[in-house]
C-alpha cells in the first residue's frame, strides 16, 4: 500500500485560517451592515514576500474602499521602501502616522506620501482611542522644522489657562520672555487641569526651541 503523506508549513496553513477569518468576517459584518469593517493586517517587513502576497489576495477578495498604510513616525527614510512595497502589492490611498507623541519628528510620512501618492489622515499621539487626531498640516510641517506646535499650544492655552491670564502670557511669550514666575505659574494652571502631558509637551517644545 503506497501512503501519501501532504507536508505544508505551519505558517502557510497559519495564512490560510488569517485569509478565511478576513473575508467571512467582511462578508458577516456587511450583512449585519455595519458602517465600518476594519482588517487589520499584522505587521510586515517588505522582504516578506509571502505577506504581502496575503495581504494582495484579502484585498481582493474584499475589495476594501480604502487600503491605509499605517507607518510608525520613527521609521525615517525607510518608509519610502516600505510603502512603496506596499503600494506594489495593494491599491494604498492613506497613511497614518503613529507615535507622533515620541522624539520622532515623522519626516518619513513625506516619504510614505510620495511613494504611495496618498494623503496622511490620521496621526497617532498616544496609545489610546482619544489620542488619534485628524492630521493637520500647519502642526506637522512647524514640529518637522523645530519650531514647535503653535496651533496646539495654541489650543492648549485657551485650555489649560485662565482667560484674564492668556493675553499677558502670549506677550510675554513672544517677546521671548520666559521667566521663572511664568513657570511657576504654568506648573500651577498644569495642576489644576487633565491633559497634562499634551499641554506640558507642547509648552517645553515651544520654550526649547
Ligand atoms: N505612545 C504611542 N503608542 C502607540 C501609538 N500607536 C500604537 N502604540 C502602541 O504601540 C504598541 C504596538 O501597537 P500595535 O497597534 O499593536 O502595532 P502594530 O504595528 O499594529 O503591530 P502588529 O500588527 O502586531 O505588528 C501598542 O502598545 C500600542 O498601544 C501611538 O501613537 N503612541
Not at 476594519?38 to 505577506?51: C, M, N, P, W, Y
Not at 494604498?92 to 510620495?114: E, N, P, Q, R, W
Not at 499621539?125 to 510641517?141: A, N, R, Y
Request: net charge negative.
Amino acid at each position: 500500500m503506497l501512503l501519501k503523506l501532504r507536508f505544508h508549513s505551519m505558517e502557510a496553513i497559519w495564512n490560510r485560517i488569517l485569509f478565511k477569518i478576513a473575508v467571512e468576517g467582511v462578508e458577516r459584518f456587511k450583512k449585519e451592515n455595519c458602517d465600518l469593517i476594519i482588517v487589520d493586517t499584522s505587521g510586515r517587513h517588505k522582504q516578506e514576500v509571502a505577506l504581502f502576497e496575503e495581504m494582495r489576495q484579502v484585498a481582493e477578495a474584499t475589495k476594501p474602499d480604502l487600503v491605509i498604510f499605517v507607518m510608525d513616525s520613527s521609521i525615517g527614510q525607510a518608509a519610502f521602501d516600505q510603502a512603496q512595497a506596499f503600494k506594489q502589492s495593494v491599491a494604498v490611498g492613506a497613511v497614518i502616522v503613529t507615535k507622533m507623541d515620541g522624539h520622532a519628528k515623522g519626516g518619513g510620512a513625506l516619504s510614505a506620501v510620495a511613494a504611495t501618492k496618498s494623503p496622511v489622515i490620521f496621526i497617532g499621539t498616544g496609545e489610546h482611542m482619544d489620542e488619534f487626531e485628524v492630521f493637520d498640516v500647519k502642526p506637522f510641517v512647524s514640529r518637522l522644522l523645530g519650531m514647535g506646535d503653535w496651533s496646539g499650544f495654541m489650543d492648549k492655552i485657551h485650555e489649560v489657562v485662565p482667560m484674564d491670564q492668556q493675553p499677558e502670557l502670549l506677550q510675554k511669550l513672544s517677546e521671548g520672555n520666559f521667566t521663572l514666575r511664568i513657570m511657576y505659574e504654568q506648573f500651577q494652571n498644569l495642576l489644576k487641569m487633565g491633559p497634562i502631558g499634551r499641554y506640558f509637551q507642547c509648552f517645553l517644545d515651544l520654550v526649547l526651541n
